[in-house]
T-cell receptor, first 115, second 113 residues
Framework: GAGVSQSPSNKVTEKGKDVELRCDPI?????LYWYRQSLGQGLEFLIY????????KSGLPSDRFSAERTGGSVSTLTIQRTQQEDSAVYLC?????????????FGNGTRLTVT | AQSVSQHNHHVILSEAASLELGCNYS??????LFWYVQYPGQHLQLLLK??????LVKGIKGFEAEFIKSKFSFNLRKPSVQWSDTAEYFC???????????FGKGNQVVVIP
């Protein structure tokens, strides 16, 4: 079956521009996560969606970052007025939440480069 | 919030050598523990997990990990590595009932043929 799909796979943008990153989770997975992976920094939690519940936004690094999940499926992560420190690989993952200890299935990520 | 520590970020070893990667977490309650692996050019995938029961967990490709509650540790081991084990390994923890998964910074493992 299809895994988690992310697009674009690579994005180069100029400082100050806005970008949108897309994630298509595995069908039937109710939980969706965004992480950021920077070189040597591991995975940094950004935001978590679970069904119709209010998302856990506690990991978003600034108000330039926002995310939404429409219809409980596709999610977009938006970064406004990009800065060079936003350059990283942005990973999306989904999981079954019943039970709530299900492993995450990751996409291949979007490599964002801010010039 | 829980945090995860992984030491020895870069590990280089020869085929057939034994591998042990340390993972320590800071959270006093009940936790779920995971090791994820990212092979070159591939996405992160689950290697093994511990939820409850036998603290010695066996995963894919001959890997195992032992949960030692008193030491807040979940170290990963493989008795004899292969070149194909070259990858980055991440330990992850979430508090039971909380779906936010915290990752360590990873161990980059290079196995020399």
């Amino acid at each position: 079956g299809a895994g988690v799909s992310q697009s674009p796979s690579n994005k180069v943008t100029e400082k100050g521009k806005d970008v949108e990153l897309r994630c298509d989770p595995i069908s039937g997975h109710t939980a969706l996560y965004w992480y950021r992976q920077s070189l040597g920094q591991g995975l940094e939690f950004l935001i978590y969606f679970q069904g119709n519940s209010a998302p856990d936004k506690s990991g978003l690094p600034s108000d330039r970052f926002s995310a939404e999940r429409t219809g409980g499926s596709v999610s977009t992560l938006t970064i406004q007025r990009t800065q060079q420190e936003d350059s990283a690989v942005y990973l999306c993952a989904s999981s079954l939440v019943q039970p709530n200890n299900s492993p995450l299935h990751f996409g291949n990520g979007t490599r964002l480069t801010v010039t | 919030a829980q945090s995860v520590s992984q030491h020895n970020h870069h590990v280089i070893l020869s085929e057939a050598a034994s591998l042990e990667l340390g993972c320590n977490y800071s959270y006093g309650g009940t936790v779920n523990l995971f090791w994820y692996v990212q092979y070159p050019g591939q996405h992160l995938q689950l290697l093994l997990k511990y939820f409850s029961g036998d603290p010695l967990v066996k995963g894919i490709k001959g890997f195992e990990a032992e949960f030692i509650k008193s030491k807040f540790s979940f170290n990963l081991r493989k008795p004899s590595v292969q070149w194909s084990d070259t990858a980055e390994y991440f330990c992850a923890v979430n508090a039971r009932g909380n779906n936010r998964l915290a990752f360590g910074k990873g161990n980059q493992v290079v196995v020399i043929p």
